[in-house]
């Protein structure tokens, strides 16, 4: 079944490392994308890329840092440089983030503890 | 500035008492407005997806439905499986922005 694979589910850190999550998807789309979610807000938007060796910040990419090696690939590496790293983390994907005939596929999440 | 504001944060229902979930939004170029549902701990899912003022969707208990700057989700007879965070989103060119969400608890 097609689909997008986060890893780890559960992560914890200590204060100072860096922290690399997982996304993987199987949906050959072009365009993917990173959300943190924390509770009682709604999912905000750290990276995205809509091709293969390019990405661009979101509106809260500062202490993350992603690269698009491959079309299937996204992983977001949490720096120590991100103040407040704990929370619920979103990958998605979709077709094309260039047209409007869009639906977001989301994966599981991956929930970061700062220790 | 693209904004979705949606409400209310929380509603609590009897089983088969109907409502609406709101989504006010402000969009420089809508090019899609979606709707999905959230369970604790999960991804969100794909539920609806509107493009232009008039259009509805349903969707077994759930309909859909848009105008210019707002979007309701009407959710007739729930039960309590429909109990999740339902989040509204729009597309705006190349990015996906989201509400903060409604958290629905439908009690038997």
């Known amino acids: 079944d097609g689909g997008i694979t986060q890893s780890p589910k559960y992560l914890f850190r200590k204060e100072g490392q860096n922290v690399t999550l997982s996304c993987e998807q199987n949906?050959?789309?072009?365009?993917m994308y990173w959300y943190r979610q924390d509770p009682g807000q709604g999912l905000r938007l750290i990276y995205y890329?809509?091709?293969?060796?390019?990405?661009q910040k979101g509106d809260i990419a500062e202490g993350y840092s992603v690269s698009r090696e491959k079309k299937e690939s996204f992983p977001l590496t949490v720096t120590s440089a991100q103040k407040n790293p704990t929370a619920f983390y979103l990958c998605?994907?979709?077709?094309?983030?260039?047209?409007?005939?869009?639906?977001?596929?989301f994966g599981a999440g991956s929930r970061l503890t700062v220790l | 500035e693209d904004q979705v504001t949606q409400s209310p944060e929380a509603l609590r229902l009897q089983e088969g008492e109907s409502s609406s979930l709101n989504c006010s939004y402000t969009?420089?170029?809508?090019?899609?407005l979606f709707w999905y549902r959230q369970d604790p701990g999960k991804g969100p899912e794909f539920l609806f997806t509107?493009?232009?003022a008039g259009e509805e969707k349903e969707k077994e208990r759930l309909k859909a439905t848009l105008t210019k700057k707002e979007s309701f989700l009407h959710i007739t007879a729930p039960k309590p499986e429909d109990s999740a965070t339902y989040l509204c989103?729009?597309?705006?060119?190349?990015?996906?922005?989201f509400g903060s969400g409604t958290k629905l608890n439908v009690k038997p």
């Open positions: 890329s809509q091709i293969v060796n390019d990405f």
């Open positions: 969009v420089s170029g809508l090019r899609g």
């Open positions: 989103g729009l597309n705006n060119f190349n990015k996906f922005y």
């Open positions: 509107l493009y232009s």
């Open positions: 998605a994907s979709s077709i094309s983030g260039a047209t409007g005939a869009n639906v977001l596929t």
């Open positions: 949906l050959n789309h072009d365009a």
